[in-house]
C-alpha cells in the first residue's frame, strides 16, 4: 500500500518568512497529492492540491510541486502570518478507477508562525 | 449551513461500554469516509461508502461497525470499548464522480474526540 513521509515535524519561523513542507510517497500509481490545514479544535480543510499531469500549482501565497520522477511534492506558503500557525497534512492518493478516494496522510507538521 | 456535520463533539465513557458516533453531509456527495486521528495526530482511513455501500474498510477491530442508511448520512458504532479507542473521530464526504470527471476533494467534519476511561 501507499506510504507518505512528511517532514518537518514541527516548524518555526518568524511573520513575513517562508515555510516548506516537503512529503514523500511510495506507490507510483498515486495521482493525486491534496494538503489540508488542520486548526485547533477543527477538521481538516483543504487548502490546495496538485494532480499527477502538472508540476506546480499557486494560489496566492500557497504554492506545491510535485517531482514524479522522485515521488516527492512540496508545500511552500510565502509571507507567513499568525493565522497560518496549525497543523499541515500532506495526502496522497489514486484518483479514479475503483480506489474511489482513498488517501493516505503524512505524519502533519505542526507550523508555528511568530509575530 | 455546515456542510459535514457529526454529533456528538465530545463522549466520555467507560471501557466496556457501546456507543456511536453520527455524521451527516448536506453536500449532496456520494462517498463518505471515517478517520481516526490520534493522540501524535496521525490521520488514518478506516471505512469509505459509496452511495451506501462499503467500499473501503481498513484493518479495524470488529468492534468498529459503520452503517450508512442512505448517501447523506454515516454513523460508527463502537462495541466493548477500549482504552485505546480513545482518539478524534472525522466523517469526510466527497463526491467521487459525476459525469465525466472525478471531484477528489474530501471535506471534513468537525470531529468527534471520544475518551474512554
Known amino acids: 500500500g501507499e506510504n507518505v513521509e512528511q517532514h518537518p515535524s514541527t516548524l518555526s519561523v518568524q511573520e513575513g518568512d517562508s515555510a516548506v513542507i516537503k512529503c514523500t510517497y511510495s506507490?507510483?500509481?498515486?495521482?493525486?497529492f491534496p494538503w489540508y490545514k488542520q486548526e485547533l479544535g477543527k477538521g481538516p480543510q483543504l487548502i490546495i492540491d496538485?494532480?499527477?499531469?502538472?508540476g506546480e500549482k499557486k494560489d496566492q501565497r500557497i504554492a506545491v510541486t510535485l517531482n514524479k520522477t522522485a515521488k516527492h511534492f512540496s508545500l511552500h506558503i510565502t509571507e507567513t502570518q499568525p493565522e497560518d500557525s496549525a497543523v499541515y497534512f500532506c495526502?496522497?492518493?489514486?484518483?479514479?478507477?475503483?480506489?474511489?478516494?482513498?488517501?493516505?496522510f503524512g505524519q502533519g507538521t505542526i507550523l508555528t508562525v511568530h509575530p | 449551513d455546515t456542510a459535514v456535520s457529526q454529533t456528538p463533539k465530545y463522549l466520555v465513557t467507560q471501557m466496556g461500554n457501546d456507543k456511536s458516533i453520527k455524521c451527516e453531509q448536506n453536500?449532496?456527495?456520494?462517498?463518505m469516509y471515517w478517520y481516526k486521528q490520534d493522540s501524535k495526530k496521525f490521520l488514518k482511513i478506516m471505512f469509505s461508502?459509496?452511495?451506501?455501500?462499503?467500499?473501503i474498510n481498513e484493518t479495524v477491530p470488529n468492534r468498529f461497525s459503520p452503517k450508512s442508511p442512505d448517501k447523506a448520512h454515516l454513523n460508527l458504532h463502537i462495541n466493548s470499548l477500549e482504552l485505546g479507542d480513545s482518539a478524534v473521530y472525522f466523517c469526510?464526504?466527497?463526491?467521487?464522480?459525476?459525469?465525466?470527471?472525478?471531484?477528489?476533494?474530501?471535506?471534513f467534519g468537525p470531529g468527534t474526540r471520544l475518551l474512554v476511561l
Open positions: 469526510a464526504s466527497s463526491q467521487y464522480s459525476s459525469g465525466r470527471s472525478t471531484k477528489e476533494t474530501q471535506y
Open positions: 506507490d507510483s500509481a498515486s495521482n493525486y
Open positions: 496538485i494532480r499527477s499531469n502538472v
Open positions: 495526502a496522497a492518493g489514486y484518483a479514479g478507477g475503483t480506489s474511489y478516494g482513498k488517501l493516505t
Open positions: 453536500l449532496g456527495h456520494d462517498t
Open positions: 461508502y459509496n452511495n451506501k455501500e462499503l467500499i
